[in-house]
């Protein structure tokens, strides 16, 4: 069973940069496809973005697709979302997700079984 951790949320103001962490334990992290979503209030949770076990292939949402940067490195047991160009929109709690025992990765929350405790981020002046 692996654990996911997230930190990295906070205020920042529209334009800004933020950059989310996820670290997981509990088992290997090397054959786990991880994936960010975010679910803002009244609204249902969203596919941000993912990352196969390699990190040789990327999923990005369209509203953040050019504004963010998904990576990962096996050896820390960690994942990133680094978000630029911030906007009011992109507030949400973010959530990490992990799915092991797969080559592949996947863009919806079904796919994923593992889940943090989440993350908030608020782009606000």
């Known amino acids: 069973q692996v654990q996911l951790v997230e930190s990295g949320g906070g205020l920042v103001q529209p334009g800004g940069s933020l950059r989310l962490s996820c670290a997981a334990s509990g088992r290997t992290f090397n054959n786990i496809a991880m994936g960010w979503f975010r679910q803002a209030p009244g609204k249902e949770r969203e596919f941000v973005a993912s990352?196969?076990?390699?990190?040789?292939?990327?999923y990005y949402a369209d509203s953040v697709k050019g504004r963010s940067t998904i990576s990962r490195d096996n050896a820390k047991n960690t994942v990133w979302l680094q978000m630029y160009s911030l906007k009011p929109e992109d507030t949400a709690v973010y959530y990490c997700?992990?799915?092991?025992?797969?080559?592949?990765?996947?863009?919806?929350?079904?796919?994923?079984?593992?889940w943090g405790q989440g993350t908030q981020v608020t782009v606000s002046a």
């Open positions: 997700a992990g799915r092991p025992g797969t080559a592949y990765t996947y863009s919806y929350p079904e796919a994923f079984t593992t």
């Open positions: 990352i196969n076990w390699s990190g040789s292939t990327t």
